[in-house]
């Protein structure tokens, strides 16, 4: 069964994706952070994005894995372990434009649908839902007002990275933010929008566990509504 969770900066999406998929013992697959590997090595690389065939070259090349050590999710890029280094602003400042370009979502698509064969799993991102697996059984959208995912993502960013955001505000996360909404949702390809077999959640108001248990709510009316329909 795959289990698709789609949505903006600071629904929660990580924290239910993983909770959900320990509770249900599924793989746990954030493409997000795919992106932002991929983002790290290319400008780690100094690949010029406007030169198709270097991108092609460096395409080809890639190499990202995921180790799992205690639960937690470490990222290498090249055998360099970048967990952190992919959620420093640099990053997050550059992944908006390289996730736009079709090379790269090509790429990227091909290794998430790889990674979908014969397992259970869940599938956090942008497309999930829409267009990397438009057959899932269970596609989750995940909303909620720009303030709350603004002080959300404010309280995260003090806590991993407390040296560099000594003079942060939550006023300029939530510019960023609803910049960075702007610029997921009206992006030519696979903009960030509902499928329209979606679970819809406002999360504004709720917390993990309640998502969860919302999202087991809705598996089990799917299960349901398959049983009784064979
Ligand atoms: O979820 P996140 O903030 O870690 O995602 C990083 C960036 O990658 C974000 O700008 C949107 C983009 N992204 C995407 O275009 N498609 C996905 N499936 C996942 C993320």
Not at 53 to 59: G, I, W
Not at 97 to 107: C, F, G, T, Y
Not at 129 to 135: C, E, R, S
Not at 157 to 186: G, H, M, Q, W, Y
Request: with cysteine; proline share 2%.
């Amino acid at each position: 069964m795959i289990i698709t969770i789609d949505g903006a900066v600071g629904t929660g999406k990580s924290s239910v994706a993983k909770a959900l998929a320990r509770d249900l013992g599924f793989i746990y697959v954030d493409t997000g952070a795919m992106y932002r590997c991929i983002t790290y090595a290319i400008l780690k690389h100094h690949i010029d994005i406007n030169d198709s065939a270097a991108l092609t070259e460096f395409l080809k090349n890639f190499q990202y894995s995921v180790k799992i050590k205690l639960g937690e999710r470490f990222y290498f890029v090249e055998n360099e372990d970048v967990t952190l280094k992919i959620r420093s602003a640099e990053i997050t400042n550059a992944v908006s434009k390289i996730s736009a370009l079709p090379a790269v979502r090509e790429n990227l698509v091909a290794l998430q649908r790889r990674a979908a064969v014969g397992v259970n799993g869940i599938f956090e991102g942008r497309d999930m839902g829409t267009v990397v697996f438009p057959d899932a059984q269970l596609k989750i959208f995940l909303t909620g007002s720009p303030e709350v995912r603004a002080a959300r993502r404010f309280k995260e960013l003090r806590e991993k990275f407390p040296e560099d955001t000594e003079n942060l505000t939550v006023e300029e996360v939530l510019k960023d933010i609803n910049a960075r909404d702007d610029s997921d949702s009206t992006r030519a390809i696979s903009p960030l929008k509902q499928a329209s077999d979606c679970c819809v959640v406002d999360t504004s108001n709720l917390t993990i566990d309640d998502v969860v248990l919302k999202i087991l709510e809705f598996k089990d009316t799917i299960r349901a509504r398959q049983a009784t329909s064979h």
